[in-house]
């Protein structure tokens, strides 16, 4: 019989009379008759016989006519009818099959498809197919066209219904299904999907899915379903990318194919790699199916990850073991209808709350009675009957340490409860906040009777910050480079809590100091200087605020807010000496300090070391300690008085720590003309003693107070000296980028002098272009010298861009013209007291005659070291000549001069000394074969190199790295990092030829622009031959050819032996060699 083409009411005329024959043997004894509200379709009340009690039995009937597959809307109504009315069966009849969470939720309250112990014992329910009611001819679901082939073939598998719902810790939304099919299936990218399928048919023997990634999903085998579940997990696909996703099925040799729709993930996963996987992999075992817990108390401060671990916990428990999540957050003021709350969540799947709205109110009728005053009385004992025949379940109280006496009795009735009935399928889950929750009596009184009484299912689990390895082991994982520095720095930022240190790296990225790297979760540093001087953002951290607030306040009830006075000044000085001063301008002891140990330590704010000086735990609750200071009515008078004392009490070589706290003294005042003018004040200090850390801090903060001023002149000044000290202390990409944007900006200038923004544009192509050589771009420094020469240039512009020719001939090979270039410069640089052009001439000519006359460029180096005026400028030099008696000379390393450069270089931030230091210090101990030790240096150089850019350092680190992993017999290492020095090597190689066809252009541009200056010839002694040879890269060809030969890269050693017949290496000094397997290598090829 063909259906298809019958009304909706002769359809259930035809249905329902087949199906009072299928179920009833004996049609005489039925009476059928309308419900009497009209609710069902049929009622049929079945007659005693006569010889029985006189009794009626009634049952209900509900006929779909749906093609598509019957959900929880569709059966609601019938649900609440049987609820209401109890009758003795309940039967529904449709073409297709029911979802999934009618199946679950029907089997939880009637008796249905086997289900254990449900809600209601007396009520059957019933569902039936119209396939499986009578014989429903030519009513058969076509086949879906197969990948190979898009003709229909007969079906042996019945009808295919489908279910996809995103899978997320609290919540549950169904994305597409069988019968609400969508074309584009957009979901959250690192979302957890389950996809739910079932056949009508016979059972299927192969079931795939096809279109992802094999290792994206997984098949999950759930309790009592009776449905195949499949587990798709978004972040193991690429975002942005179409799948077409199709479910594969096969039987009999009949195979078949199911569209699911196309499959886009938008959005990015986890900001940060999941940092407790052990911990969530753990407590999910536990409370899952097979595991022993019941109930977890978990506890921790604010910003520890206790909400992110359970939502993981309950994501793995919903994924993998089919259990429903409940939360309930417990408000400041919990009232009456917290408990009927989690009552009414308990009894519906969350997914369709507002369809059981009516279904959940009869059953909560039976739970809930009202009692005189309004008030709710909860039968904890049925609650918790019924609650643990709903299945597995999970319910979460969170923030309880906001509960009240009477809320903490109701959830010891329920625990209790719970525990008799041996709590079923539930799992309940107490998460609170320390320190707030040791002042609760309430929660206390209820923790001590859990401990009591619940032992034997009970987990307690407290949330802790990562600790200082944990957070350098995640440090190390997280960032492509990252130094020790920078390491503690966001340690002590955060203090190793999940939260903060998410927030704190978004803004990070938000300020382009930190930027994706090239795979998911992995990040580079692009500014490491800027980090290291970072201000915390001015978004409060009200928790900790009020964390902090309560704990002065509990401790201090008669003087909190001088005692948080006190405090706050101390906690704008970072250091111990700061903090001193600020102590001694309040005219407290050492001693005072320790007043606050009790209270600092008991609520987990900070301790007090033997000298008095404050350890905060981490750097937001110092912010939050000097913001509920600067809340208090005294603090304004209090902090001027304190700003005004700190400049008599201060030595003179610790005035920019001074100027330092003076500012966050007048930011936390929020005065931003005072806060102007100690920036300025403080900029000139840090300036004077070669800061550069401070100075990048000072620049960023005054640079955003002026952003909206005329003055533009002055903010190209400010942002020339920013992108100076971004030169000498952080990333060369980023201070290139600076004097690029100052460039652009004077150029564009159309007020006052135009010839004063010509020569700031001048000076600022200048250096960018010394940049463009430090970040080994051969061409582009070429082409842009040439370019920048064909301005107006005065001595100090040209001296400089000569001084760069000068190096860029000394590293790229071209002794002659280096010479020339050098020998023009003499006759314009007069004394060469100008931004130290001597020195730094002298220096750049000992680099050219370094390989080929090392005695004349010790003498160069020497004489670089005696004409800087500058104290980094000394270092720097001081550094050179070290460097080049030990390596070219042989001269023993002088620890101790060593480690006082290197020391001094450290206090000033000078990047680009601290990476030639290190690279020196690896190479000085390959040579003497302290393997372990080497690697510490070669591992910090290399970081160094990435982190600050620093690419004239990366072919020497690359050969330095593959010497150490051969000495190490390390050779899938070494071949590993060869692979990467050829492939830099070549980069080079090729942008060298390019501008070998520009280098006697750059000479003839130079000596045009210096027509236009007057000569001031030089009384600097010169070398009066060019050197024979001065070509690093020449070493560094011999260096791969020997590599490839010892490694088995045959095709490179011969290639690479090949250039070396054309362009020989010299002979190297013996001092530079080392012996691997009988082959010389050069150490510190630079």
Known sequence: MDLSKLSGEEYQKQIFGHLVHRVFDDPRVLDIFDHERGEVDYVVRERSGSAMLETSRFHYFECKNYSRSLELDNVAKLMVVAVSDQPL????????????????????????????????????????QTGNVIEEEGHREREIQTVANPSSIASRMGEVHWWLSECAAFSEVEIASSSLVRQALHVRHGALLMLALESTGASVAEISLDGLPRESWQYVALPDSGIEHYLIDTALIIAGQDYQVSISLAHQGVSRIVPLGHLYASGAANFLPELRTDEIAGLTARMGPSGDTRLTLVEGEAGVGKTHLIEKVAE???AKAGFDILRVTVPADPDDELMASIIRNCLAPAIEKNVFRELVDKIES????????????????????????????????????????????????????????????????????????????????????????????????????????????????????????????????????????????RRLQDLNLIRPGEKAQIFEI????????????????????????????????????????????????????????????????????????????????????????????????????A?????????????????????????????????????????????????????????????????????????????????????????????????????????????RERYLQVATEAERNAEGDFSLSDAIATDAYRRAIGLDLELMEPSAFLDNTIAVLARRQNHVTFNSILNRLVLFCARFGFPEHGYKFADLSFDYIGGGERENEGSVLCSELGMLYASS?????????????????????????????????????????????????????????????????????????????????????????????????????????????????????DTATATNIFRKLVCEFERVEEQTARALTRVEEALEAAKKAACTLPVEPSVIE?????????????????????????????????????????????????????????????????
């Open 853 to 969: 006359l090392p005695g004349t460029a010790l003498d160069l180096f020497k004489r670089a070291h005696t004409m800087a005026s500058g104290r980094p400028e000394q270092m720097g030099t001081a550094l050179a000549v070290h460097i080049h008696e030990c390596l070219y000379h042989g001269k023993a390393l002088d620890i101790e001069r060593f480690d006082a450069l290197w020391n001094e270089c450290s206090d000033h931030q000078l990047a680009e000394p601290l990476t030639r230091a290190s690279l020196f210090r690896g190479a000085v101990l390959l040579r003497e074969g302290n393997l372990r030790s080497a690697a510490h240096w070669i591992e910090r150089t290399a970081t160094l190199v990435q982190l600050y850019h620093m690419k004239h350092f990366e072919l020497s680190i690359l050969s330095d790295q593959v010497l150490h992993a051969l000495l190490s017999d």
């Open 526 to 625: 692009s500014e490491p200087s800027r980090v290291l001087s970072d201000n915390l953002p001015e978004g409060r951290q009200i928790i900790l605020e009020e964390r902090v607030r309560t704990s002065l306040i509990g401790a201090f009830p008669e003087d909190w807010e001088q005692r948080a006075i006190v405090l706050g000044l101390i906690a704008t000085a970072d250091n111990t000496y700061g903090q001193s001063l600020v102590r001694t301008a309040l005219g407290v002891s050492v001693h005072e300090p320790r007043v606050l140990q009790a209270m600092l330590k008991e609520n987990g704010i900070g301790s007090v070391l033997p000298d008095g000086k404050i350890i905060f735990r981490h750097d937001l609750l110092r912010e939050a300690v």
């Open 89 to 128: 069966s309940v039967h529904i009849v449709s073409r297709t099959p029911l979802q999934p969470q009618v199946r679950k939720y029907a089997s939880r309250l009637f008796s249905f498809d086997g289900s254990v112990d449900p809600m209601f014992k007396g009520v059957a329910f019933r569902h039936w």
């Open 366 to 505: 039976l739970l809930l009675q009202q009692e005189n005053g309004g008030s709710l009385k909860v039968d904890f004992r049925l609650l918790a009957r019924v609650a643990s025949r709903m299945g597995p379940r999970m319910i979460v109280l969170r923030d309880c340490q906001q509960v009240t006496q009477k809320l903490a009795d109701e959830i010891w009735m329920l625990i209790s409860a719970l525990d008799d009935s041996s709590w079923g399928g539930i799992r309940l889950v107490l998460e609170y906040r320390r320190p707030e929750a040791n002042a609760n009596p309430a929660l206390q009184g209820l923790l001590n009777k859990i401990r009591l009484h619940i032992r034997k299912v009970l987990l307690e689990r407290q949330i802790t910050p990562l600790g200082r390895d944990e957070f350098r082991r995640f440090a190390k994982q997280t960032f492509v480079h990252i130094t020790d520095d920078l390491i503690t720095c966001l340690f002590n930022r955060t203090g190793g809590f999940p939260l903060f240190l998410d927030s704190y790296l």
């Open 627 to 735: 913001a509920v200071a600067a809340a208090t009515g005294g603090f304004e008078f209090r902090a001027r008085q304190i700003a005004d004392a700190l400049l008599s009490h201060g030595l003179p070589s610790d005035e920019v720590k001074v100027r330092a706290i003076r500012v966050k003294i007048f930011d936390l005042l929020d005065d931003d003309v005072s806060c102007e003018l100690e920036l300025r004040s403080a900029l000139q200090v840090a300036r004077n003693v070669h800061d550069y850390g401070r100075m990048v801090s000072f620049l960023n903060h005054l640079l955003s107070l002026l952003k909206d001023r005329s003055n533009v002149h002055e903010r190209l000044d400010l942002m020339t000296t920013l992108a100076w000290a971004n030169w000498v202390s952080d990333s060369l990409v980023v201070a």
């Open 316 to 318: 793995g428990l919903r």
């Open 1022 to 1086: 010169r070398p009066s031959a060019p050197p024979e040879h001065c070509n690093p890269r020449a070493e560094l060809r011999r260096n791969i050819a020997m590599f490839a030969s010892l490694l088995g890269e045959g095709v490179i050693a011969q290639n690479y032996r090949v250039a070396l017949q054309g362009q020989p290496c010299p002979e190297v000094i013996a001092h530079r060699c080392i012996d691997i397997r009988g082959v010389q290598l050069i150490l510190g090829a630079y």
